[in-house]
């Protein structure tokens, strides 16, 4: 590949002043790189209202016709939705249902009449099988699980770009549950949308945060997290529009079709490129980040730089080799990172994600619930990018964790509604401000070699949390409240073994991680 060259102005800026500067280049990025995390955001969390429960009693042959609906007078009260009552002999008689036509005795019933079809319960006839609703978010959260798996070790293979792109179109495949002729096809494809989509978190992960400058690495976390916010809020508002299942996974799984044009306007990592070996191709993409944030530099040094020079250039270490996670896992540091931020990704999705589900039974309508608990995630991104900033990125996540926990613990005795609900939404702010700062700090703590596939695993206890997550509302709220305080309590703790990241350059192989903690022993 053959660079045109430019003239460099009467101040040139060194050429690695261009990984440094954050300007027009990054926006454009993130905003093109955030849309696919916001659809899949949606389509993480659509199964709470197109498979959310309705209310539904049983078929009384007799005394309803082909049209039948839920409410109707005539129907006994405190009998249970899956049991008959049995007819006696004054309907007999009069051959109309009153109150007074029920035994009282009851039998199984076979049959259903549901409130309304807005969710796949009607569609599928799931009346009195809660655990087949429950399944189908289990089984999405599976689907994510293997998902950051793969998608780390195809972001640390393919590249961070094609990543994102193969995954973000994976999100249109939610079109075909529409098209599902019973629950275990409609499971399958819930399944098979979850592990192609599901990669879009860790490659827009990685790729934000390797394109940010060095003091702009919690902004980008922060702008990661505001996308998989803002996608929670639009879902809510969108549910409330269009209850019906169908005609929501339509609007919701059609639009990712986009990401197609991210061939072209989407860069890959030049980091990744240098590290790989792609010289020619990491060049193109910093003389576009250079023009583009108005840099001025001597194009001759860029083009004039062999593949040593230019990794060295940019602290990437020794020579270029492929290291695997074989070699990172021989490294007892690494090692220690990885389970410490692997457990605080797996604590704040399991609080997050619990928190946020459980929204949904608190009093009042179920759509407003959600976008206000979805909502109190924006302001805990700010308190997040100002701490950590300002302070650094252990001491705010460590209190953050701590002061969740607590918020998590009293909610749960709390007997007053107001404060309940207060320390609910306290909760729910602490919950998101530290998700963001793990997802920015776990990407800081390893090394650009096998970055990727480590954000994986790291996505993947992130991934089980969310599996727990939807278990919890069959527990007690006290119960509940305890689990999330005490997963937010070990992950205080477990933060006080890993070591500062703010004001340092990412480190891009297994023994630059290695000689760090070796000086830092000394």
């Known amino acids: 590949m053959v660079l045109s060259r430019e003239a460099a102005g009467p101040q040139t800026a060194s050429v690695t002043d261009i990984l440094v500067k954050f300007g027009r280049y990054q926006i454009f990025q993130y905003i093109l790189v955030s849309l696919p995390i916001l659809f899949l955001s949606i389509n993480n969390v659509n199964y709470i209202f197109v498979a959310g429960g309705v209310q539904y009693r049983c078929r009384i042959t007799e005394c309803d016709s082909s049209n039948a609906t839920y409410s109707v007078p005539w129907w006994p009260s405190n009998i249970d939705p899956c049991t008959k009552p049995i007819l006696n002999h004054t309907y007999l008689n009069s051959g109309v249902c009153t109150n007074s036509s029920f035994t009282g005795a009851v039998e199984k019933c076979t049959d259903w009449i549901y409130e309304n079809h807005d969710t796949i319960i009607p569609e599928f006839n799931l009346a009195c099988k809660p655990w087949m609703k429950n399944l189908v978010g289990l089984v999405h959260s599976a689907g994510m699980a293997l998902a950051m798996l793969i998608g780390g070790v195809m972001a640390d293979h393919l590249g961070r770009r094609t990543t994102l792109i193969i995954c973000g179109l994976g999100?249109?495949?939610?079109?075909?549950k529409t098209l599902a002729p019973n629950y275990n096809l409609y499971i399958f494809i819930e399944f098979l949308e979850a592990v192609i989509s599901g990669g879009v978190y860790t490659s827009g992960a990685v790729l934000m945060v390797e394109i940010a400058g060095l003091n702009k690495r919690v902004l980008a976390g922060v702008l990661f997290s505001y996308s998989i916010y803002l996608g929670e809020a639009i879902f809510a508002l969108v549910g409330m529009v269009v209850p019906y299942w169908k005609t929501l996974i339509y609007i919701i799984c059609s639009p990712p079709i986009i990401f197609l044009s991210?061939?072209?306007?989407?860069?890959e990592s030049p980091?990744?490129?240098?590290?790989?070996?792609?010289?020619?191709?990491?060049?193109?993409?910093?003389?576009?980040?250079?023009?583009?944030n108005?840099?001025?530099?001597?194009?001759?040094?860029?083009?004039?730089?062999?593949?040593?020079?230019?990794?060295?250039?940019f602290n990437l270490g020794g020579p270029v080799k492929k290291q695997t996670l074989i070699e990172a896992f021989k490294?007892?540091?690494?090692?220690?990172r990885f389970l410490v931020a692997a457990y605080c990704r797996f604590s704040c999705s399991f609080v997050y994600y619990g928190l946020l589900i459980n929204s949904v039974v608190l009093p009042g309508d179920k759509y407003t619930n959600f976008?206000?608990?979805?909502?109190?995630?924006?302001?805990?991104?700010?308190?997040?990018m100002f701490f950590m900033n300002k302070i650094g990125r252990k001491l705010p996540l460590i209190t953050g964790f701590l002061l969740g926990g607590i918020s998590c613990i009293v909610s749960g005795y709390a007997t007053h509604t107001w404060f309940k609900i207060f320390l609910f939404l306290l909760g729910k702010l602490v919950a998101s401000s530290c998700y963001t700062g793990v997802v920015t700090y776990t990407v800081e703590l390893f090394p650009t070699s096998v970055r990727g596939s480590?954000?994986?695993?790291?996505?993947?206890?992130?991934?089980?949390?969310?599996?727990l997550s939807p278990l919890t509302p069959a527990l007690s709220p006290a119960t509940a409240s305890i689990l999330f305080g005490c997963a937010a309590f070990l992950a205080s703790s477990l933060l006080c073994l890993t070591p500062e990241t703010k004001d340092t350059s990412l480190l891009d192989t297994i023994e630059q991680i290695e000689s760090k903690k070796q000086k830092s022993d000394k």
């Open 371 to 384: 976008f206000l608990a979805a909502m109190m995630s924006f302001p805990g991104e700010l308190i997040s």
């Open 171 to 176: 999100c249109f495949v939610g079109n075909f």
């Open 331 to 336: 490294s007892r540091e690494i090692v220690k």
């Open 454 to 467: 480590l954000i994986g695993f790291c996505a993947l206890a992130s991934a089980f949390g969310n599996m």
């Open 262 to 267: 991210y061939f072209v306007l989407v860069n």
């Open 294 to 313: 108005k840099i001025n530099i001597d194009f001759e040094d860029l083009y004039n730089m062999d593949e040593e020079k230019l990794k060295s250039m």
């Open 271 to 292: 980091r990744w490129l240098i590290l790989k070996g792609k010289s020619d191709q990491a060049k193109e993409v910093l003389k576009s980040m250079a023009k583009t």
